[in-house]
């Protein structure tokens, strides 16, 4: 099969890639803060107050890990650009140090500067982690970088645990979309090694989660169900029943991360959900339990089928195929005995769908998931009758 030749997974790759992605205390001392939701493993906790320091905090993960963190009584600054504004969480940011400079040429605001806790988000060039890993480890006690299971590509186990061997070099002679693919991890893997290296393997925490879903969630790939889903009628579900598929709340991954450190838990973790092992056909169900629209399934289960009409992914779903037959056999034992919870999927589905239909989304961003050119609802109709036609 002809995996790798597909536009659709181009324009998929690029636009995650463009993002950054692929494919985580004593007495409050915010007791009064406004963070309005408390999700129930956010209950504030006497655990010792640390000094945080997030480079980056204004995207997708960022303002749950502040949210998280102000409720459990840390101080929190971020390092950013200022560019980029948040679509979740906005209230918490008035309680936040907001520092602003440019990892590719200006640190200085980071400068003589000492924190408890680095959380390194926005690591996506090996330059800006070296140089961040050298400036501040002698001032912060703990570095947290968020890496990616992306490190795992190609994906060929069957049973992805930390300890299996990232690629670190980019090979020779692979195809443009397996270039991006390595690019990508091979990044996440070296910068991984930069900061183990730089702060030593027991200051230096490790998170790699799989595709973060969530509101707030920037790259508009699995907010597709929420949207598909509450619309009801014949809806085209690609992929086998069994087809593995695996995601995480981005909120969980806050909680974690900063559970981590406060327990000063050093080491690698793969953030990845749900709990158990889920195939396509179970998180179809569980995704459309946030909803009662009246409904009914068209499972495409034919590989050949979907390759042949460019249905590639719809994430969670990845074709399991060639380099991605382990995409999502990542396993989360490691994590879940350390502390990793996960937030039910028809609520996850049901606040995506909230913060998606709120003034924090434009109404063009909307529109594109329905009737972009790359939208599976826009092909959908012509694909089931095609399918029905075939049969
Ligand atoms: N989404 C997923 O499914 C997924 C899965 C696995 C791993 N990840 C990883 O998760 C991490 C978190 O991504 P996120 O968007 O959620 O993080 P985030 O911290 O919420 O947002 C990214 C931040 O980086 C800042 N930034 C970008 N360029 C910068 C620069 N040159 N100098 C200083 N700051 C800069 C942005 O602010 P300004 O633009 O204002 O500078 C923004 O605050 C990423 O490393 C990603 O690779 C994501």
């Known amino acids: 099969m002809k995996y790798h030749s597909d536009k659709s997974r181009r324009r998929f ?3 995650s890639l463009a993002l950054g992605f692929f494919y985580p205390l004593a007495e409050n001392v915010f007791a009064n803060n406004s963070v309005k939701t408390k999700r129930k493993d956010e209950r504030n906790q006497a655990v010792h107050p640390l000094k945080i320091l997030i480079l980056g905090g204004t ?3 960022g303002p749950q890990q502040i ?8 101080a929190i600054s971020t390092f950013t650009r200022g560019k980029t504004k948040p679509t979740t969480q906005k209230d918490v940011f008035n309680q936040v140090e907001q520092l602003t400079g440019d990892r590719e040429n200006n640190l200085e605001a980071l400068r003589g500067r000492k924190w408890d806790l680095v959380i390194d988000n926005s690591g996506n060039r090996e330059k800006w982690v070296k140089d961040t890993v050298e400036l501040l480890k002698d001032n912060v006690e703990l570095y947290l970088y968020t890496s990616s299971t992306g490190v795992y590509y190609p ?3 069957k049973d992805i645990r930390e300890d299996t061997k990232p690629v670190l070099k980019v090979p020779e002679g692979i195809t443009p979309i397996q270039k991006m693919e390595y690019d990508y991890g091979v990044m996440k893997a070296r910068n991984e090694l930069t900061v183990i290296n730089g702060f030593g393997k027991d200051r230096a925490i490790i998170v790699r989660p ?3 879903i969530g509101p707030g969630d920037n790259t508009d790939r699995f907010t597709y169900w929420p949207e598909r889903l509450s619309r009801g009628g014949e809806v085209l579900v690609p992929g086998k029943a069994d087809d593995p598929v695996q995601y995480i709340d981005a909120r969980d991954v806050a909680g974690f991360m900063i559970r981590l450190a406060e327990n000063k838990k050093a080491g690698v973790y793969n953030a990845v959900g749900p709990a158990s092992p889920t195939g396509m056909h179970a998180f179809i169900y569980g995704a459309y339990a946030a909803f009662s629209s009246p409904i009914s399934f068209v499972m495409i289960n034919d590989h050949e089928f979907l390759e042949t009409h460019g249905i590639l992914d719809q994430v969670p779903w990845i074709m399991p195929v060639g380099d991605n037959a382990g995409s999502a056999l990542v396993n989360n034992a490691r994590a879940i005995s350390n502390g990793l919870t996960f937030t039910a999927l028809a609520e996850s589905v ?3 769908y ?3 239909h709120s003034e924090a989304v434009t109404e063009e961003r909307r529109n594109k998931l329905v009737s ?5 609802m826009k092909k959908e109709k012509d694909l089931i009758a095609e399918w029905r036609k075939r049969k």
Not at 67 to 74: D, M, Q, S, V, W
Not at 372 to 376: D, E, P, Q, T, W
């Open 372 to 376: 972009g050119n790359a939208s599976l």
């Open 13 to 15: 790759l690029q636009k």
């Open 155 to 157: 994906y060929l186990g």
């Open 354 to 356: 909230d913060w998606w």
């Open 59 to 61: 995207g997708f993960l």
């Open 210 to 212: 799989t595709y973060m």
């Open 350 to 352: 049901r606040d995506i």
């Open 67 to 74: 949210a998280y963190a102000l409720n459990r009584g840390h």
